[in-house]
């Protein structure tokens, strides 16, 4: 079974703080992905990586950025966080190339971020 | 702009209602269409599209996807409890570096009471 693990699944954090997310798959998945949800907003796109050292902005990467050094862990941070940065965040992986199951992306069980 | 649509917003049934849950979606160069159940954690899997009129079924589930007209329905018969989750559609189109960004909708938030 795909396993993606996220570091904490309740943070909470002060206005300023720098926050990092982290994200760890074992299923050897070339792309990460890290969204956010929110009530009336549904899943929405930070970044992406389809590759170690590569990364992608997704649909609203303001306020975010992204690392990923090993091909397994794909970390967010949120370099100055704000409350409108309180959120759950969702960490999710698929596998490459144009196959039909490359779309098929498996998700953490979520962080949820509260930013005082 | 890639879109999804996903309607209701939301619905309470009693156990054994069928349901319908639609989406409707915009996407450059589409590829496939997935369906995923939320309940209090993360989404899980429940179908992948591709084909037009081939139908997807998995227990009481079952989905159907219409290239044509730009939408699939996803059918729950005799409901129960543990069905209520948020259902969520999302689409993946290919473009440039992007291939495997999936849109997601906003979500069908089912209640099933019993």
């Known amino acids: 079974d795909v396993k993606v693990t996220q570091s904490s699944r309740y943070l909470v954090k002060r206005t300023g703080e720098k926050v990092f997310l982290e994200c760890v798959q074992d299923m050897d998945h070339e792309n990460m992905f890290w969204y956010r949800q929110d009530p009336g907003l549904g899943l929405r796109l930070i970044y992406f990586s389809y590759d170690v050292k590569m990364k992608e902005k997704g649909d609203i990467p303001e306020g975010y950025s992204v690392s990923r050094e090993k091909k397994e862990r794909f970390s967010l941070i949120l370099e100055s966080a704000s409350t409108n940065q309180t959120s759950m965040y969702l960490c999710?992986?698929?596998?490459?190339?144009?196959?039909?199951?490359?779309?098929?992306?498996?998700f953490g069980p979520g962080t949820r971020l509260t930013v005082t | 702009e890639d879109k999804v649509v996903q309607s209701p917003l939301s619905l309470v049934v009693h156990e054994g209602d069928t349901v319908t849950l639609n989406c409707s979606y915009e996407?450059?160069?589409?590829?496939?269409l997935l369906w995923y159940k939320q309940e209090k954690k993360a989404p899980t899997f429940l179908f992948m599209l591709t084909s037009s009129g081939i139908e997807k079924k998995s227990g009481r589930l079952s989905s159907i996807l219409d290239k044509k007209e730009l939408f699939s329905i996803l059918n729950i018969t005799a409901t129960q409890t543990g069905d209520s989750a948020i259902y969520l559609c999302?689409?993946?189109?290919?473009?440039?570096?992007?291939?495997?960004?999936?849109?997601f909708g906003k979500g069908t938030l089912l209640t099933v009471n019993p």
């Open positions: 996407v450059t160069n589409f590829r496939s």
């Open positions: 999710a992986s698929s596998p490459a190339g144009l196959r039909e199951g490359a779309y098929e992306q498996y």
């Open positions: 999302a689409v993946g189109g290919r473009r440039g570096g992007s291939n495997y960004k999936l849109t």
